[in-house]
C-alpha cells in the first residue's frame, strides 16, 4: 500500500473547462520580463486596466509588490531569486486555472526559471505566454527612476541583475516589445491583438450594466 509522508490529498474541484463554460473566459497568464526600468510594470498596469474596462477578469502581480507579503522574506541571492519565481508562478498558475487573467511583471532573470513557471501552466493545460520587454542597460540607467542603478554601480547594491548579476535573455517568448521603441499603449495593443489571434481573448465582451 502507497503511503503518502506528508498526509496530504489532492481535493479534486471543477475542470478548467467548466470554469471556462461558466465564466465565459478563459484563464491564462502573461508574463512579463526584462530588467529594472523596462517599463513591465507600466505595460501591465496598462494592460490590465484595458482588460477590465472590456468586463474581462483580470489581475496583477507586481515583482515589487509581492515582496510586501507572500515574498518578504525572500532576498535577491540566486537561490531566493529562484525561490520567487516559483511561488509566483504558483500562484498564476492558480488565477489562471480560475479563469482569470493573471499577468505578472517580474524580472525573472533565469531561463530555467521562467521555463519551469511556462511548464507549471502547460502541465494544468492553461495558456502561458512569455512578453520580454527589452530594453539595453544603457537606456534602463539613463531612466532608473528609482535609482537602483547608481546605488547598484556604487556598491550599495548586490547582485543588481543587469549589472553585477546576469539577465538570462529569453531564447522563445511569445513577443518581444522594444521598449525603447514602442509606446505603453503600442504594448497594450501588441498583446492585446496576439491573445486574440491566438484565441485566447475575447474583446467583445458585453460591458458591465
Known amino acids: 500500500m502507497e503511503t503518502n509522508p506528508r498526509n496530504i490529498t489532492w481535493h479534486p474541484s471543477l475542470s478548467h473547462s467548466e470554469r471556462s463554460a461558466l465564466r465565459h473566459q478563459l484563464g491564462l497568464t502573461i508574463w512579463l520580463t526584462g530588467l529594472s ?5 507600466t505595460i501591465a498596469t496598462a494592460l490590465e486596466q484595458h482588460l477590465l474596462e472590456h468586463s ?4 496583477r502581480l507586481d515583482g515589487d ?10 532576498g535577491f541571492s540566486p537561490a531566493d531569486r529562484t ?7 504558483e500562484v498564476a498558475k492558480l488565477f489562471a486555472d480560475s479563469c482569470t487573467i493573471a499577468i505578472t511583471s517580474f524580472i525573472s532573470p533565469y531561463r530555467a526559471d521562467r521555463a519551469l513557471a511556462r511548464k507549471v501552466h502547460e502541465k494544468e493545460g ?23 542603478y547608481k546605488k547598484a554601480r556604487d556598491g550599495v547594491i548586490k547582485e ?10 529569453p531564447e522563445d517568448a511569445e513577443l518581444v516589445i522594444r521598449s525603447e ?10 498583446i492585446v491583438g496576439y491573445l486574440e489571434e491566438k484565441g485566447l481573448l475575447d474583446m467583445r465582451k458585453k460591458e458591465v450594466s
Open 160 to 169: 543588481f541583475t543587469g549589472i553585477s548579476a546576469p539577465y538570462e535573455e
Open 37 to 41: 526600468a523596462s517599463g513591465k510594470s
Open 65 to 74: 509588490n509581492i515582496r510586501f507579503g507572500l515574498n518578504n522574506d525572500l
Open 56 to 59: 474581462l477578469s483580470t489581475y
Open 126 to 148: 492553461l495558456a502561458f505566454v512569455e512578453v520580454w520587454v527589452d530594453i539595453s542597460v544603457e537606456e534602463a540607467e539613463r531612466r532608473d527612476p528609482k535609482g537602483l
Open 181 to 190: 521603441k514602442t509606446s505603453v499603449e503600442e504594448a497594450v495593443v501588441m
Open 83 to 89: 525561490e520567487n519565481i516559483r511561488r509566483i508562478a
